[in-house]
């Protein structure tokens, strides 16, 4: 499934969210752009379980190193999803494998 256009996420910068199914359940997910790679994860804190956006396509830090869960602080490696720093430290986001097909995201099947 398409979820955006590569050259509509700045580098770094993140989008979404965006609707997806992923393992069977509706999910809001939202991509990572950072140095040339993308990464997309589910937009839910490992530790509140609520989304980690303060509005729509503001994922990441001030200083765009880092994802930040708008609800506690809590940051997180924008590779792999990792918590660096909060109560969720050790835990990470669910990830979502994406590929870059004609100038787009798309979620991989499986997720």
Known sequence: MILCPLAEIADPGARGPFPLTVDGRPEQVF?????GRVAAFVDRC?????????APDQFLDLSCSEILCSMHGARFD???GRCLLGPCKGRSLQRIEVAIRDGMVVAVAGG
Not at 46 to 54: D, I, N, Q, V
Request: net charge positive.
């Open 46 to 54: 490992p530790h509140a379980r609520a989304p980690l956006e303060m």
């Open 31 to 35: 991509v990572v752009r950072m140095n």
């Open 78 to 80: 924008p590779a792999s």
